[in-house]
């Protein structure tokens, strides 16, 4: 389903009317990363936009590549997670077994 340009403009309207609420009520640490964010993705998009076809392609080539490296390192992290989670149970065990 596409939208029509009113709804979308709609759409806009109705976001950019609750932002300002759910930014206050953000930590403002929060509403700053996401103002980055917002603003490396407009980067990003400017970049794409204003390169010719070959950089385009050589820079979403980076971009999916960087992700993909994002990707594993998450997966990495978890994996940390999962197995600091295990050793904190079986050091909360051995404890609980040797305390009184």
Same mark, same amino acid.
């Given at each position: 389903?596409? =939208?029509?340009?009113? #709804?979308?403009?709609? %759409?806009?309207?109705? &976001? #950019?009317?609750?932002?300002?609420? &759910?930014?206050? %009520?953000?930590?403002?640490?929060?509403? $700053?990363?996401?103002? %980055?964010? *917002?603003?490396?993705? $407009? =980067?990003? &998009? $400017?970049? &794409? *936009?204003?390169?010719?076809?070959?950089?385009?392609?050589?820079?979403?080539?980076? *971009?999916?590549?960087? *992700?993909? #490296?994002?990707?594993?390192? #998450?997966? /990495? =992290?978890?994996?940390? %997670? /999962?197995?600091?989670?295990? /050793?904190?149970?079986? =050091?909360?065990?051995?404890?609980?077994?040797?305390?009184?």
């Amino acid at each position: 389903m596409e =939208l029509t340009n009113t #709804e979308t403009l709609s %759409l806009q309207h109705q &976001v #950019e009317a609750v932002a300002p609420f &759910v930014t206050l %009520l953000m930590p403002s640490g929060q509403c $700053y990363q996401m103002s %980055l964010q *917002l603003h490396n993705f $407009y =980067l990003k &998009v $400017y970049i &794409v *936009l204003s390169f010719d076809h070959w950089s385009m392609f050589k820079f979403l080539e980076r *971009l999916v590549s960087t *992700l993909e #490296e994002k990707k594993h390192h #998450e997966a /990495k =992290l978890k994996e940390g %997670l /999962k197995d600091s989670t295990i /050793k904190r149970m079986e =050091l909360q065990n051995s404890f609980t077994s040797v305390s009184p």
